[in-house]
């Protein structure tokens, strides 16, 4: 008989045009879960793509009846695609992380090792493999959330994180949009008094693709929504 770490697992992927990603990367992530969860599930979250990346995840989810796939149009936003992840997860322990690439999703095995003593645990990035104007937009953004909120956490934005059911449902309902939802998530696990941990994750440089969360868009959006959740948690 196999042995698992973990009994049970759901595993969600924001996608957003990663059409020349999503495969390998759910791949992957199938591959690891095999010898690691004793029951799993792979749900991509189509985030209103205007590429193939719909028919690649339906494609997926053909071939292996434990990838599913919701797809959203329009357009959500992040924040919206993590909400339709969590409410779509049916196992004990949910875990998301991006659909580019960028991450190894076998360092799961970093999470799973604290699920002993946490509720919520967190991925902070050792090496952030992004471009000097993303890197600028995230300390600044990082230092309002810290100065409104006292937010206390290594990389609150990193796209890789795992908790329990359970925790995540205390949180509702939640608010925020964009990138704004993991702060939420973050604030309100901590003023529960839920156990929080925090793992150092590899970051990768994106081979393909193109990365959308620092768009002006995204940027203005996210700060009026930080703006209205410090007015609501106040």
Known sequence: MPVYLISELSVFFPAYNEESNIKSTVLKAKKTLEGLAQSWEVIIVDDGSSDG????????????????VIHHKPNRGYGGALKSGFEKAKYEWVAFTDSDGQFDFGEIKKFIAEKDSADLILGYRLNRADSLARKIFTFGWSAFARILLGLKVKDYSCGFKMIKKSAYNKLLPLVGEEKVTQIEMIVKASRLGLKIREVGVNHYPRTSGKQTGASLKVVAKSITDLIKLWRKLK
């Open 53 to 68: 990346t719909g028919l690649a995840a339906d494609t997926l989810s053909r071939q292996d009846k434990r990838i599913k």
